[in-house]
């Protein structure tokens, strides 16, 4: 379960002779860098091959029920955002940027729910709760990437509707495909860089022998709270998190916040209902991932339980992903014609 740091056994013995006392100062070897401790605790920090995964539930009765649901869940997510990617791409009428946004949405919860559910569903099937150090690194790493991304996008959905309600004269003119393109690569280049400064520090991280994570995927904030000195890592989240957060947040909301200055201004009740309704799929979207995500901060904040943080965070990581697209597609009558005709032609074909 956990491999050795590199010590060759002759050192090992020639550090036992020579050390007689308990609290005496000694080297040794984590993520490849050399580090200074006690000689008790180089016995218990060395270097991580896997972690174990609690999961919501041990029993053994449960674990069917769990598989079924998840595989369900995660089925209806892959085959619905799927849907909307290729409604987007073959209808014509769906060639706007509020639809190319949407496709890159659809895009990154098909992968950000693939990061984690079918790790899952292997150690509910395989009654294992075992994940290497890497695959685990890898997990956050993924995680923090499309989850960001979601972040990102939502905040430039929320400008898209803000120039089609308040400009809608240069619309066309200010939501190019240049610019649009730009926006999605700019989003990608930020969140790459950022996940993988963390990703680096994480790998400078010790753990102790037989770590546990009480989750059932390996996520940032979990990864740190079973680390032995993760304050450096700490800080980074803490100042990513608000950069990262604060600002497509406050995109948002100033976004909105001109969007409903603009329709006050409308004499027309029918033109106000018109206008906003275009926006209400995003609004629905918006609250269901800021509010799960709220949701995971609140659980792990609040309380101590880990199955109720588990239970928050398969809110965040499956409900809200599976959901997107049927928003998407019930109060979208564009989006539901597009899925209506892309369906007719599969039909059609021999």
């Known amino acids: ?15 036992g002779r020579h050390s007689s006392k308990q609290g005496s100062t000694r080297v040794f070897l984590c993520g490849g860098h050399k580090r200074y401790t006690s000689y008790m605790e180089a016995e218990n920090l060395t ?9 919501l539930s041990g029993a053994p009765q449960l ?32 060639h706007t940027p509020m639809y190319f946004f949407l496709s890159n949405l659809s895009f990154v919860d098909i992968c950000f729910i693939s990061t984690t559910v079918p790790k899952m569903l292997v ?8 994940i290497s150090y890497v695959r685990c690194l890898t997990q956050v790493y993924f995680l923090m990437m499309f989850a960001g991304m979601d972040n990102f996008l939502l905040a430039v959905m929320a400008y898209d509707r803000f120039v089609a309600i308040c400009h809608p004269l240069h619309y066309t003119v200010i939501m190019n495909p ?14 790459f860089w950022v996940s993988l400064v963390h990703l680096l520090l994480m790998k400078r991280l010790a753990f102790s022998t037989g770590t546990e994570i009480p989750h059932f995927f390996c996520e940032v904030a979990q990864v740190l709270k079973v680390a032995r000195s ?29 969007i409903v200055s603009s329709l006050m201004r409308m004499s027309s009740t029918e ?7 275009t926006c209400g799929s995003h609004l629905c979207v918006v609250s269901l991932f800021y509010g799960t995500g709220l949701g995971v901060y609140l659980s792990s904040a609040v309380t101590h339980s880990s199955q109720s943080s ?41």
Not at 1 to 15: A, Q, V
Not at 123 to 128: D, E, F, G, R
Not at 178 to 191: D, E, K, P, R
């Open 1 to 15: 379960m956990l491999k050795s740091t590199g010590f060759s056994s002759s050192w090992r013995n020639s550090l």
């Open 47 to 55: 270097e991580l091959s896997e972690f174990l995964l609690l999961g």
């Open 63 to 94: 674990q069917p029920v769990l598989f079924g649901l998840f595989l369900s869940m995660y089925l209806v997510t892959v085959l619905g955002n799927l849907l909307i990617i290729l409604a987007v791409s073959s209808d014509s009428h769906l």
């Open 123 to 130: 150690n509910i099937q395989a009654q294992s709760k075992h």
């Open 178 to 191: 240049c610019l649009c393109g730009l926006l999605v690569l700019a989003s990608w280049f930020i969140i």
């Open 230 to 258: 993760n304050t450096l890592n700490n800080i980074v989240l803490y100042v990513a998190t608000a950069l990262l957060g604060v600002f497509p947040v406050a995109g948002i909301l100033i976004s909105y916040f001109q």
């Open 271 to 277: 033109s106000k209902y018109k206008a906003f309704s």
């Open 310 to 350: 588990s239970m928050a965070s398969v809110m965040y990581t499956l409900v809200t992903p599976m959901l997107n697209p049927f928003i998407y597609s019930l109060r979208n009558k564009d989006v539901k014609g597009a899925l209506g005709r892309l369906l007719s032609r599969a039909a059609s074909c021999p």
